[in-house]
């Protein structure tokens, strides 16, 4: 079936510097996609989200760049800092009636200080 | 923002024995809610739609006489894992979506099962 994968399953970024996080989608509909941030034994945070009519958003201190041409998205953590340390999901809806979330595997980061 | 709270945090049952989990939308009412299940270093995977004043829709391969989901309330959806069994063990996690423009989910802390 269609899915929501990334590139890379662990990062590891020098506190201050920015931090990219990759994500490819395969559903072409895919209209609606999501940005979470897990901490370990907690729930999904929101992060930031974005959709298929946009190329980017920006929020604080992160910035989501879909390229549906190619069907990724990214993550862009600036100054990253000790708390950024968590797991990252994308996922995606393929419309925004149905929510039934679809979500990558994840990727791990973490700060070094 | 909105919250939800999802309770117990963690818990730790005999094999057999049945252990209900609740999530509530504390701020907003929620006629959907969701459920996850999360296994360590793996990703969420949906297991049922929680629809108040209705059925749950169960994703293929959830048991729903294994998963027992009520929503009887616009705050309030319960999952009761029956006669639970080790492989049930697990971290679990719902999910609310907010209403009106601007819609968003908004995740449960999250509830660790363990079954001995």
């Known amino acids: 079936g269609e899915s929501v994968g990334l590139h890379l399953p662990t990062l590891s970024v020098q506190e201050g510097d920015n931090s990219i996080i990759n994500c490819a989608y395969s559903?072409?509909?895919?209209?609606?996609f999501i940005w979470y941030k897990q901490e370990s034994g907690k729930g999904p945070q929101f992060i930031i989200d974005i959709r298929s009519n946009m190329d980017k958003r920006q929020g604080q201190r992160v910035t989501v760049l879909l390229n549906k041409t190619v069907k990724h998205l990214s993550l862009q953590i600036a100054a990253t800092q000790p708390g950024d340390s968590a797991v990252y999901f994308c996922?995606?809806?393929?419309?925004?009636?149905?929510?039934?979330?679809?979500f990558g595997t994840g990727t791990r980061l973490t700060i070094i200080p | 923002g909105a919250v939800v709270s999802q309770h117990p945090s963690w818990v730790i049952c005999k094999s057999g024995t049945s252990v209900k989990i609740e999530c509530r939308s504390l701020?907003?009412?929620?006629?959907?809610m969701f459920w996850y299940r999360q296994f360590p270093k793996q990703s969420l995977m949906l297991m049922a739609t929680?629809?108040?004043?209705?059925?749950?829709?169960?994703e293929q391969g959830v048991e729903k006489d294994k998963f027992l989901i009520n929503h009887a309330s616009l705050t309030l959806s319960t999952l009761t894992v029956t006669s639970a069994h080790p492989e049930d063990s697990s971290f679990y996690i719902c999910s609310a979506r907010t209403q009106g423009v601007g819609e968003k989910l908004f995740f449960g802390s999250g509830t660790q099962l363990s079954v001995l």
């Open positions: 929680s629809n108040e004043g209705s059925k749950a829709t169960y």
């Open positions: 996922a995606e809806i393929p419309n925004f009636g149905n929510e039934k979330l679809t």
């Open positions: 701020d907003f009412q929620a006629t959907t």
């Open positions: 559903n072409s509909a895919s209209d609606y």
